[in-house]
């Protein structure tokens, strides 16, 4: 364990260089970007002095690196606010929305995935199918699009844009972000629910299945307590895989629904050379997944013992 | 976009615009059209005053996390119009006239030759600090511009020689040459007047004169402000509250407003544009300014040295066309000059150049054929692209071979503008024709991004600065717009309208065409019905 | 040949129904020039002309044909979407079966070079790269192989580990046989029907990234035409009851929607069950 963990600092570090270095590369850097199509030779070069970008990426990297190690984030180059300021709000956004989508899609898709094993090849099952494919074939800010156009400009229920603030209860929190979760739900469900069934019906032709199969335990009970726990491993990560995405990959129902996350932040920063901010969003996108990795493996070591003991 | 300057639509047509405007509402108003509609349109458009109360709630295609209260950092319509929210300026232009005002300025005067520009200050401004206003602040917030400043504003006070104060109300400028539109120039966006202490400001604290008081800024995101009880002018600012929203994307924009979460929205996306009019309770506004969009040629690279090359190209394109798909009507044809007809001094007698594939054939034949590329990318204008790909096909037809060239949109305004020989760009225009020949056709300018230089042309642009007489003035103008149409580098298809929209309850008088939004001073002069 | 004929013919209707919507998409795929009645990129007309039977579907902003467009577009994207996928899997799942089967260090070097750039979100990137090369296609291709290997590694990987813990793969090991005869008689055999669910949405995946990467300006670059950018420039049109985005966007539907169906067929092929359960 205490490995893994180290292991992840050292994905961590390695994530940091190479951002840093890819930012770096980028054509074009944060004065420029700045006073764009405005740029003169001279207000260039007066804003790179007052940015400090006249110190070079290396040490500035350094001094970022040992910030970083002391719990200090450091200051955004664009407009010298405190990162860790910039980015507690927009970082509990998003975990919210995250949160909100995984409680609704996770039990939605275990449930659908299950149903559809046992049911398989039913009327059922390729309904839920085909309506999860669909669901999925479409573009993200597409299924935004439609959920908006029917349940916040047709029926009203809902408001077309999700922008909250802190002044907001936790029960409004949720009205307003209903409908990103939802577009989010759409989005994840197909992915983890194939899984789930793909996996068990995998294990429903094992000798240990049939046999159980033959001594008379309901189907049901069969999946349930048989197969599925033989079938997490790869239900658990393909799940770590869309906890993660409800994270890091939302940029988009963000841009829709103009919800103050972590990801436009991010994709902000990126477009203006903003290093420390990229960096910083960076860090805690490759945090959240390398735990949520972690974690998945745990849970499969838990669920097959033999892995616990490689060759 | 990248770059927005103050632009004026000054005095002539004034008229015409607010009619327009007119109209349109009132075609907004509904399919109806009754009268009854009409009155409410006459009513709300032109009522004299306002009404107080509300909050009022903008959602804007502008905003990054980069922005801050800095007013030399402001470049984006987000933090222009807050700017003109909780800031005021020396000038500003009247929005049912076009001309320049005074502002925090009472009076000022222009003397020996335009040299000496002497500068009355209004008495018993206060700050949102508490502070009243005097020269110091005024002299302070220049200086925040000038000297190491990266400020936009730092070249146009270049020609700044001195700045003194004569009393606690004056302040007197000493320019190194004349300057008639020295007024417009101290009026720009960024020169905002802030409190000052030992002869200096702050510049992130958000404090000015203006008619709403910070009370939340994030940036990229929102802003929040109250309505400052000690505002200089009682006409002005009649909501309790006013708040800014950034929403990037456009369909999001007009879900917000189609779901009454904003009150208006700026940038309508174009292309439904007209199903939005269509919409009970929302009210289309469109203003002719001076945005235009170019397609600057390198005219000290090869073939674009050639002025056959150019005028082949000219005569290559069906400007009514770019007007009518990549603006979808929303703007009018440009002249191949950068001064648009709401310009004080538009050569309206000039010919209109017209898509002419014979002419264009004739040149591209005395240059020896021409093959060119074209470098384009939506972040130049909306619809570059499409602009230049329709470019190509009339070219085709001429003979002329062009080449569409995607640039990627990231970094396309230090990689591809004034770097390839020829690509697409976006002018937010100038107040007057001084100020946008000097910044993008005098030769050797900084933005002269056709790098053109023609000698006749840069003698006028010195005589007409100086010159008082308007009729003289006009008529070097009028030579001036001439000279760059027939032999300048750039390839000027269009002038792009301002595109907004309102629910039916935001009142307003005459719409100022010098910015997006009621000149970016929405938040000052409009009211709830 | 026969077999494969029978095989065909012995499909539970979805699957045929499947099969027969990719055939279709592929034939027009591959004669897009012959079948589409205009050119990708010819400017026939005027802007949103109505459905008519000179335009079938009517014209697009700048006045080009959409039916045209959406025929080249199926070339284009399904041409894309395919060459991706299959790299994506190629990489994705040998190193993934190489890395669950010899375990060890080379697992472990495997597995935190894919850490790596799984954790850093596949957008961002894709930004980064597509910023710095610019959007040629094979940049657009390698950027998207990429990101999308390591998510088939993973599964892949998790897959896989589950066999070769299993006592006949140690058999396999143990009588000496050698790497790719073990990944490819032992694990792959076992894991097909997890790599073919996989395989199924992957296809959309690829479609539905480069359409995010359209919306933030780095996908398919026009005037080429693809699905996912009509769909994204079309897309405010919904918000007025114009089911003009509905149509490209139908069709990535349809062609995921068929290929998950014979995907599903394959999976219950391979998972040795018999019809009934």
Not at chain 1, 78 to 99: C, D, M, Q, V, W
């Amino acid at each position: 364990m205490a490995q893994r963990i180290a292991l992840g600092l050292l994905t961590l570090f390695v994530i940091s260089l190479l951002i840093a270095f890819g930012v770096e590369l980028l054509p074009g850097d944060l004065a420029q970007e700045i006073l764009g199509q405005g740029a003169t030779p001279e207000g260039l070069r007066v804003l790179r002095l007052q940015l400090g970008l006249d110190t070079p990426p290396h040490i500035r990297y350094l001094d970022w690196l040992g910030g970083m190690v002391t719990g200090d984030m450091g200051l955004s180059l664009a407009n010298k606010r405190p990162i860790a300021e910039l980015i507690g709000p927009r970082l509990s956004n998003t975990l919210f929305l995250g949160g909100f989508a995984a409680m609704i899609a996770i039990p939605i898709a275990l449930t659908l995935g299950i149903l559809a094993a046992l049911y398989r090849n039913s009327l059922y099952d390729r309904g839920v199918n085909i309506f999860t494919l669909t669901s999925i074939s479409f573009p993200e800010f597409f299924i935004a699009y439609i959920l908006i156009l029917f349940f916040a400009i047709k029926l009203g229920w809902f408001p077309g844009i999700s922008n909250i603030s802190s002044e907001l209860s936790f029960l409004d929190k949720l009205y307003r972000t209903l409908l990103p979760a939802a577009s989010l739900t759409l989005v994840v469900v197909a992915h983890m629910m194939r899984m789930t069934r793909a996996s068990i019906i995998n294990l429903l032709s094992s000798p240990y299945i049939e046999m159980a199969h033959l001594k008379g335990i309901k189907p049901l009970r069969i999946i349930t307590r048989h197969a599925l726990p033989n079938a997490l491993a790869p239900i658990i990560n393909v799940i770590a895989i869309n906890l993660a995405y409800l994270v890091v990959g939302v940029v988009i129902v963000e841009v829709v629904f103009v919800y103050p996350g972590l990801g436009q932040l991010l994709v902000d920063s990126v477009s203006k050379r903003d290093v420390p901010v990229v960096q910083a969003c960076s860090m805690i996108f490759a945090s959240v997944y390398i735990f949520l990795n972690l974690s998945a493996d745990v849970i499969s070591i838990v669920t097959n013992p033999r892995l616990l003991y490689p060759r | 976009m990248k770059k927005t300057q103050i632009n004026n639509k000054p005095l002539i047509l004034d008229r015409k615009v607010s009619r327009r405007n007119f109209l349109r509402g009132s075609a907004a108003l509904g399919i109806a059209g009754s009268t009854a509609g009409l009155l409410t349109m006459t009513g709300n458009a032109f009522a004299a005053g306002g009404k107080r109360g509300g909050r009022l709630r903008a959602g804007i295609a502008h905003g990054s996390t980069t922005d801050s209260l800095d007013p030399a950092t402001y470049e984006n319509n987000f933090t222009i119009q807050l700017n003109y929210g909780i800031q005021n300026h020396l000038g500003e232009v009247d929005a049912a006239t076009g001309a320049m005002v005074p502002e925090l300025a009472e009076s000022w005067e222009a003397t020996n030759g335009a040299q000496t520009w002497i500068f009355n200050l209004r008495q018993g401004v206060e700050f949102h600090n508490g502070k009243t206003m005097d020269a110091d602040d005024v002299i302070a917030s220049f200086q925040h511009h000038m000297g190491e400043s990266a400020s936009p504003a730092r070249s146009l006070l270049d020609q700044v020689s001195s700045m003194r104060k004569d009393g606690n109300n004056r302040v007197i400028f000493e320019l190194s040459g004349g300057n008639a539109d020295f007024n417009f120039v101290a009026s720009d966006y960024h020169i905002a007047i802030k409190p000052s202490k030992d002869g200096k400001i702050d510049p992130t604290d958000g404090i000015g004169t203006g008619g709403y008081v910070l009370k939340e800024f994030e940036p990229g995101v929102r802003f929040l402000a109250e309505r400052h009880a000690n505002f200089f002018k009682s006409d002005r600012a009649w909501f309790d509250e006013i708040e800014m929203i950034s929403i990037i994307d456009p369909a999001a924009r007009q879900n917000a407003l189609a779901t009454g979460e904003v009150d208006t929205i700026d940038r309508i996306d174009l292309k439904t544009a007209h199903l939005l009019a269509r919409q009970s309770g929302v009210n289309l506004e469109e203003v002719t300014g001076t945005k235009h969009y170019t397609f600057p040629m390198r005219t000290d690279t090869a073939p674009f040295d050639d002025n056959n090359v150019r005028l082949a190209l000219k005569y290559a394109l069906k400007r009514d066309e770019l007007v009518e798909k990549v603006l979808y009507g929303h703007g009018t044809v440009g002249n191949d000059h950068p001064i648009a007809p709401s310009n004080q001094y538009h050569a309206s007698t000039l010919p209109q150049r017209e898509y002419d594939p014979d002419k264009a054939r004739f040149y591209a034949e005395k240059a020896g054929g021409v093959k060119v590329q074209l470098s384009a990318a939506d972040a130049a204008f909306p619809g570059a692209v499409d602009a230049a790909v329709l470019y190509q096909e009339h070219a085709t037809a001429a003979g002329i071979e062009i080449e569409v060239v995607r640039e990627p949109n990231d970094g396309y305004w230090s990689n591809v503008w004034m770097n390839k020989p020829w690509g697409a760009c976006y002018w937010g225009g100038r107040p007057t024709e001084d100020w946008m020949f000097t910044t993008a056709y005098q030769g050797g300018a900084s933005w002269n991004d056709t790098f053109w230089k023609n000698d006749r042309f840069d003698e006028l642009l010195l005589l007409g600065r100086a010159e008082t007489n308007r009729d003289t003035r006009r008529a070097i103008y009028y030579e001036m717009q001439q000279i760059v149409s027939d032999d300048g580098g750039a390839v000027v298809p269009m002038f792009a309208n301002y595109v907004f929209a309102t629910t039916d309850k935001v009142g307003h008088s005459a719409m100022a065409g010098n910015w997006d939004m009621d000149g970016a001073k929405y938040f000052e002069r409009w009211w709830f019905v | 040949m026969q077999k494969t004929l029978k095989n065909l013919s012995s499909a539970p209707l979805s699957a045929k129904f499947g099969m027969v919507v990719i055939f279709i998409y592929l034939v027009v795929a591959i004669f897009a020039p012959l079948i589409a009645p205009y050119g990708e990129r010819e400017i026939l007309g005027k802007a949103y002309e109505l459905m008519s039977s000179e335009h079938l579907l009517g014209t697009d902003n700048l006045g080009r044909d959409m039916l045209s467009r959406l025929i080249y577009g199926a070339r284009n994207t399904i041409g894309l979407a395919l060459i991706i996928t299959a790299l994506a899997f190629l990489i994705g799942s040998l190193t993934g079966m190489t890395a669950a089967a010899l375990g060890g260090w080379i697992d472990q070097l495997l597995s935190r070079i894919v850490d790596i750039f799984m954790s850093i979100p596949a957008l961002i990137f894709a930004l980064l790269i597509l910023s710095i090369l610019g959007t040629a296609m094979p940049y657009l291709i390698g950027t998207i192989v990429i990101v999308d290997s390591t998510r088939v590694f993973r599964v892949v990987r998790a897959s896989a580990m589950n066999v070769a813990v299993m006592d006949y793969v140690e058999v396999a090991r143990l009588r000496g046989e050698k790497l790719p005869w073990i990944l490819r008689k032992e694990i792959l055999p076992n894991i097909t029907a997890p790599l073919l669910a996989e395989f199924g949405l992957r296809f959309c995946f690829v479609f539905l990234f480069i359409s995010a990467l359209s919306f933030l300006g780095l996908g398919i670059q026009p005037p080429t035409a693809d699905w996912g950018s009509m769909v994204r420039d079309n897309a405010t049109l919904i918000s007025y009851n114009d089911i003009t985005p509905l149509i490209p966007a139908g069709a990535i539907a349809l062609l995921t929607v068929a290929v998950n169906f014979v995907v599903d067929w394959m999976l219950h092929k391979s998972s040795g069950l018999k019809d009934v359960s």
